[in-house]
């Protein structure tokens, strides 16, 4: 499964962002799509997760702000109230069986 992100951006502390993981390839199979993060100089972190049949989990620290949502070979996180410290490479990853498969990434910055 190949995954592209985009709708990365620079936004105010406060505004809002839609990120979208485009799935190509084998997509039939993919059981879970999450978003992930990594903040300059830290380690990447879980930020949402959705699973076949539209469960979803979130970290606690974008609980009530950020929703993660699935069409088909597609997945979206939709970020409000943001925050500096949601500034990030935001990554998508396809689960299928025991293959995870991520994307390069998308940067999200959020100026004070």
């Known amino acids: 499964v190949q995954l592209v992100e985009s709708g990365g951006g620079l936004v105010q502390a406060g505004g809002s962002l839609r990120l979208s993981c485009a799935a190509s390839?084998?997509?039939?199979?993919?059981?879970?799509m999450g978003w992930y993060r990594q903040a300059p100089g830290k380690q990447r972190e879980p930020v949402a997760l959705?699973?076949?049949?539209?469960s979803t989990s979130y970290a606690d620290s974008v609980k009530g702000r950020f929703t993660i949502s699935r069409d088909n070979a597609n997945a979206y996180l939709q970020m409000n109230n943001l925050k500096p410290e949601d500034t990030a490479v935001y990554s998508c990853?396809?689960?299928?069986?025991?293959?995870?498969?991520w994307g390069k990434g998308a940067l999200v910055t959020v100026a004070s």
């Open positions: 959705i699973i076949s049949g539209g």
């Open positions: 990853n396809a689960v299928s069986g025991f293959v995870t498969d």
């Open positions: 390839g084998i997509t039939f199979s993919i059981n879970s």
